[in-house]
C-alpha cells in the first residue's frame, strides 16, 4: 500500500492522476444530478412498465455521466497538452479551446440530456457575461437588475409560447401546454379540480 501511496502522491504524476480523478468525479457527479432528476421526471410523465421506467432511469443516469466524465478527461488533457506546448504556461484562451472541443466532440449530438445539459450552462453563461460586461465597466449596472432580466425571460418565452411555439424546446413546451392550455379545458367539477383531463 505504501508504494501505491508513493505512486499517487507523487508529484511527478499529479497532472495525469488528476485526469483519472476529474472521470472519476464527473462519472459520479453526473449520477447524482440526474438520477433524482430522471427519478421524478420519469414517474410524473412517463407511461409505461416499472420495468420500463427503471430502465429510462438508468439510460439518463448512464448518458449523463459518462458525458460528464468524458468531457472532464477531454477538457483536462487538452489543458494539459496546450499548457506543455506553452512551455507550461497557461493562456487564456487554453480554457475556451479544451471546452470548444470536448463540447464538440462529447454534447454535440441532440439528445435530450445534451440538451437540458446545454441549455442549462447557456444560461449560466448568459447571466455571466451581463455580469462580466458590468465588471468591466462595458454597460451601467441596472437599478434591480433581476427583476428587469426575469420579466424579459418571462416575456420573450411567452410570447414564443403564443406565437411561436415550435421554436420551443419539446420540454419546455409540453410544460407550457399544461400549464397554459390545458387549464382553459374541462367538462365537471372532476377535471377541473382534480384531473388534469
Do not use: C
Not at 485526469?19 to 409505461?48: D, E, W
Not at 455580469?131 to 416575456?155: C, N, Q, S, Y
Amino acid at each position: 500500500m505504501d508504494v501505491v501511496n508513493q505512486f499517487i502522491l507523487n508529484p511527478k504524476y499529479h497532472e495525469v492522476l488528476s485526469i483519472l480523478k476529474g472521470l472519476r468525479n464527473g462519472l459520479v457527479y453526473g449520477a447524482k444530478v440526474r438520477f433524482p432528476h430522471a427519478l421524478v421526471m420519469t414517474f410524473l410523465f412517463r407511461s409505461g412498465s416499472l420495468r420500463n421506467k427503471v430502465r429510462l432511469i438508468l439510460q439518463a443516469t448512464r448518458a449523463h455521466a459518462q458525458n460528464l466524465g468524458s468531457f472532464v478527461v477531454i477538457y483536462k488533457t487538452l489543458m494539459l497538452v496546450q499548457r506543455y506546448l506553452a512551455g507550461q504556461k497557461e493562456a487564456s484562451y487554453h480554457a475556451f479551446l479544451a471546452g470548444l472541443v470536448g463540447g464538440y466532440v462529447v454534447f454535440g449530438e441532440n439528445t435530450n440530456i445534451n440538451n437540458q445539459i446545454v441549455m442549462y450552462l447557456f444560461s449560466r453563461v448568459a447571466i455571466g457575461l451581463a455580469k462580466l460586461a458590468v465588471t468591466r465597466k462595458v454597460v451601467e449596472e441596472p437599478h434591480r437588475p433581476f427583476p428587469l432580466f426575469a420579466a424579459l425571460v418571462w416575456g420573450l418565452v411567452m410570447w414564443l409560447f403564443r406565437h411561436e411555439q415550435s421554436t420551443i424546446q419539446p420540454s419546455l413546451r409540453a410544460s407550457m401546454q399544461y400549464l397554459y392550455v390545458d387549464s382553459n379545458q374541462w367538462q365537471s367539477l372532476r377535471n377541473l379540480l382534480w384531473h388534469n383531463k
